[in-house]
């Protein structure tokens, strides 16, 4: 059974982690499926939004830990450096938009990828643990660098250093997800969020992902530039002589992603 479920709809490519019995915890073969089917939405112009859950009462337990212990297993630097900063840089430079749709725990490197999404959606029975300190490990994939972003650096070091169970309703009081939902609607809210971005402007939504990647690092005057820059690209696009006409014309704008 593959670990990793892969279909696509109306726009949207669904990416399900699929090791149940595991929590969906990554081991090598799923990581490295989970980058190519990364990849593949990427590079197919069809796809213009991607959605990623997990199978079973998990959305992601984080790394399979009895790999991580397996004197035959790659070590934990190859697992960091080969498994996690790949995915982490994948969901971030993809330039369309990526719904994490979070149907149980999120653990570990499982929260972390999902909070590296542009849009974190949960049910309200999900829950976000950064597990790391629990077996004296550090919060890897980019966890440090996200979540002081997303609460701040006194809540980030409390629940890194603590290892709190944090609930959906409670991550999003936080500010660390976008919304959650009641877990009998959640699939069909969540499919609804993803299939509307994928009918918007995804050119547009990409570079908007790009600036605000470059917010971090950038200073005003910076972002000013690029913003500009960036503006004149979105204007040459299809969509936006699509956009400005439907508004002329007082129709609903259909955008082809280009």
Not at 57 to 85: S, T, W
Not at 115 to 137: R, W
Not at 147 to 159: F, H, S
Request: aromatic share 8%; charged share 25%.
């Amino acid at each position: 059974m593959s670990s990793i479920l892969f279909t696509t709809d109306n726009g949207v490519a669904y990416i399900t982690l699929n090791r149940p019995d595991k929590f969906n915890s990554f081991n090598r073969e799923m990581a490295l499926a989970f980058q190519k089917a990364l990849d593949n939405c990427e590079n197919d112009e069809s796809i213009r939004c991607i959605y990623i859950t997990g199978n079973g009462k998990a959305f992601c337990a984080g790394q399979d830990l009895g790999e991580a212990i397996d004197p035959n297993g790659p070590e934990l630097e190859q697992i960091v450096r080969e498994h996690y900063n790949p995915i982490i840089q994948r969901l971030r430079k993809i330039e369309k938009p990526i719904v994490a749709a979070v149907n149980g725990v999120a653990a570990g490197a499982g929260a972390n990828i999902a909070l590296a999404c542009d849009i974190v959606l949960a049910t309200n029975s999900a829950s976000f643990i950064q597990a790391f300190s629990k077996i004296a490990l550090i919060p890897d994939s980019a966890g440090t660098f996200f979540l002081p972003r997303l609460v701040g650096m006194q809540r980030a070091l409390a629940l890194t250093m603590l290892g709190d169970k944090v609930s959906a309703e409670e991550a999003v009081s936080m500010g660390m997800i976008y919304k959650s939902f009641a877990d009998d609607t959640f699939e069909a809210e969540t499919k609804k969020i993803a299939t509307i971005l994928a009918q918007m402007p995804t050119k547009g939504l990409g570079l908007t992902k790009r600036l605000m990647n470059e917010s971090y690092s950038n200073n005003l005057d910076q972002q000013l530039a690029m913003e500009k820059e960036l503006q004149v690209q979105a204007g040459a696009s299809e969509d936006f002589e699509e956009g400005v006409n439907a508004f002329l014309e007082k129709r609903k704008p259909v955008f082809k992603g280009k």
